[in-house]
Nanobody
Framework: QVQLVESGGGLVQAGGSLRLSCAAS????????MGWFRQAPGKEREFVTA??????????ADSVKGRFTISRINAKNTVYLYLQMNSLKPEDTAVYYC????????????????WGQGTQVTVSS
């Protein structure tokens, strides 16, 4: 059974930090690129960041560049994906999703095959 399970969301004050985690299992995700997306109320799901299967390349939305860091660990049966979020702003408030793709179109959510259930991040001003 394919599962992507996020954790680590919560409520934080502006300027604070959070670390999101995602455990992906059930198929071979080690060869998949993985990404984080977010969706705020009334808005479309947007790309946040992505990382290639080896971790050798990373991509960031301009809005989070320099504040967020994506990383991954390819274990035997599970891929662990992380998102370190620093200097958080109220506009970062959203549900954050991890996802996996076999495509190289990392910023397009339609190219992702598997999704987690999401974790809420709320940044208060």
């Amino acid at each position: 059974q394919v599962q992507l399970v996020e954790s680590g969301g919560g409520l934080v004050q502006a300027g604070g930090s959070l670390r999101l985690s995602c455990a992906a299992s059930g198929r071979t995700f080690r060869s998949s690129a993985m990404g984080w997306f977010r969706q705020a109320p009334g808005k479309e799901r947007e790309f946040v960041t992505a990382i290639t299967w080896s971790g050798g390349s990373t991509y960031y939305a301009d809005s989070v560049k320099g504040r967020f860091t994506i990383s991954r660990i390819n274990a035997k049966n599970t891929v662990y994906l992380y998102l370190q979020m620093n200097s958080l702003k109220p506009e970062d408030t959203a549900v954050y999703y991890c996802a996996a793709t076999s495509s190289s179109h990392y910023t397009d959510p339609h190219e992702y095959d598997n999704w987690g259930q999401g974790t809420q991040v709320t940044v208060s001003s």
